[in-house]
């Protein structure tokens, strides 16, 4: 089965860090740029930052510039999320997709392979 293999969600302080991670699974991530997006409860899915294939550009949401870095390592099928400052509106199901570019990024129907997610919550 082709899809993404989210993970490294869960309950954390405002202010603190995470670092979630999709593994690509039946397939290789090399000719793929990846997207991660996020979904909280009565929301509609909204793009959190896309890689292009080798890693050498990046695009953020306004809401996770300085705070999120995505990364990848094409090695491990793999891409990461680094998400600091958290605050209480980034409690949300994080979910990764991929696609051939990012392009129009945000617009979450191009994707392809998504997985289940992985769950953050933050919160005092």
């Known amino acids: 089965q082709l899809q993404f293999v989210e993970s490294g969600g869960g309950l954390v302080l405002p202010g603190e860090s995470l670092r979630l991670s999709c593994v690509a699974s039946g397939f290789t991530l090399d000719y793929s740029a990846v997207a991660w997006f996020r979904q909280a409860p009565g929301k509609e899915r909204e793009g959190v930052a896309c890689?292009?294939?080798?890693?050498?550009?990046?695009n953020y949401a306004d809401f996770a510039k300085g705070r999120f870095t995505i990364a990848r390592d094409n090695a491990k099928n793999t891409v990461y999320l680094q998400m600091n400052s958290l605050k209480p509106d980034d409690t949300a199901v994080y979910y990764c997709?991929?696609?051939?570019?990012?392009?129009?990024?945000?617009?979450?129907?191009?994707?392809?392979?998504w997985g289940q997610g992985t769950q953050v919550t933050v919160s005092s």
């Open positions: 890689i292009s294939k080798n890693g050498g550009s990046a």
């Open positions: 997709g991929a696609d051939s570019l990012c392009g129009v990024w945000k617009n979450k129907i191009k994707y392809n392979y």
